[in-house]
């Protein structure tokens, strides 16, 4: 019979990479069984993708470590986030920042994510279900733009919501693999290559709307 993962290696992967130590902190310090369906109880601390509704997966946990690692976030923060997911990418992040709002494209699983990160007892993140891509400036401007979703080229309508010298992690390349790319919007600079930088390769799905392979 198959052992069941542990936690402990489930830490021990994760503080094994080469990212600072609040991330890992903040990332094991979370209940994962809160914030899943019990029937893949078994899975939680393993480093697989889990099913969390609507043909939807969880964050690969060595991706998602990685990616806010390259985020570099400060405590004083105004963040968005799209794809919240299960909600557990987005309670780790309101860990470490002053405000989180995150936007998911399914409705049910925004609704679901907010009970799941309030129970969890952080009160600095607000909801919104929709298509990200498709904010405008009703939200405000943003200290990071953290993407758990592919895009096919740089999101311009997002990263324009970034302050000065604000950062932006998403995935960025074709179907079959995309890379980690970090932009920063450097004064007077705008889309010049010298503001983005380019990390580990990753598979995640489509961003919905203009800056994805699929639509809607």
């Given amino acids: 019979m198959k052992m069941k993962p542990k936690k402990n290696d489930f830490i021990k992967a994760l503080a094994g990479l080469k990212v600072k130590k609040q991330v890992v902190e903040a990332i094991t310090s979370l209940d994962r069984e809160a914030f899943f369906d019990p029937t893949f109880r078994d899975r939680v601390y393993s480093l697989e993708q889990i099913p969390i509704g609507l043909g939807q997966k969880s964050e690969d946990p060595i ?3 990685k990616m806010i690692d390259r985020f570099y976030p400060h405590k004083n923060w105004k963040v968005l986030e799209v794809g919240s997911g299960s909600g557990f990418s987005t309670a ?3 860990s470490l920042v002053k405000e989180v709002v995150t936007v998911e494209f399914h409705e049910e699983l925004a609704l ?3 009970e799941k990160v309030i129970s969890n007892g952080h009160r600095n993140v607000r909801f919104f279900s929709g298509d990200a891509t498709d ?3 009703k939200l405000g ?3 990071g733009i953290i993407i758990y979703a592919a895009c096919t080229q740089t999101p311009f309508s997002l990263v324009s919501l970034l302050k000065t010298n604000g ?3 998403f995935p960025m ?3 079959h693999q995309q890379q980690i790319t970090r932009f920063v919007n450097a004064p007077c600079e705008g889309l010049d290559i010298k503001n983005f930088k380019f990390f580990d390769f990753c ?3 489509s961003i919905k709307g203009k800056y994805g392979w699929t639509e809607k």
């Fill in 63 to 65: 991706i998602l470590a």
């Fill in 92 to 94: 780790a992040l309101a």
């Fill in 112 to 114: 679901s994510a907010k």
């Fill in 135 to 137: 904010l405008g400036e």
């Fill in 141 to 143: 401007s943003f200290d």
């Fill in 167 to 169: 950062a932006a992690v």
């Fill in 173 to 175: 390349g074709p179907p």
């Fill in 203 to 205: 598979f995640f799905d």
